[in-house]
């Protein structure tokens, strides 16, 4: 498995723009698919978005399209999740995940590791 750090949660303005970052150790970081999920209290984990171990497909959620981006840098062992006017509606505790798989997975069960999440609110 591989241990995974979130950061780069917090307040911001709705349509405003914020970067989480999610630092993986581990020697074969580039053998896994990574995932963004987000979770309310109470609430189911939700996927957001996955890109695949090259980077070069991703996968998500119909509410990401258009305004979150998936980005990996193989060398530095980090993901992005690039959110890009916000809403309210995104508040949530962002969490990353690994899979080990070739393709870009969308259901929770497929995912081996998580991140411990990371805080993002969205309000004026």
């Known amino acids: 498995q591989v241990h995974l750090v979130e950061s780069g949660g917090g307040l911001v303005q709705p349509v405003a723009s914020l970067r989480l970052s999610c630092a993986a150790s581990?020697?074969?970081?580039?053998?896994?698919?990574l995932g963004w999920f987000r979770q309310a209290p109470g609430k189911a984990r939700e996927f957001v978005g996955t890109?695949?171990?090259?980077?070069?497909?991703?996968s998500y959620a119909r509410s990401a399209h258009g305004r979150f981006d998936i980005s990996r840098d193989n060398a530095k062992k980090t993901v992005y999740l690039q959110m890009d006017n916000m809403k309210s509606e995104n508040t949530d505790v962002y969490y990353c995940?690994?899979?080990?798989?070739?393709?870009?997975?969308?259901?929770?069960?497929?995912?081996?590791?998580w991140g411990q999440g990371t805080q993002v609110s969205v309000s004026s």
């Open positions: 890109i695949s171990r090259s980077g070069f497909t991703t």
């Open positions: 581990g020697s074969t970081f580039s053998t896994y698919a």
């Open positions: 995940t690994a899979a080990n798989s070739t393709g870009t997975p969308v259901g929770v069960v497929e995912f081996s590791s």
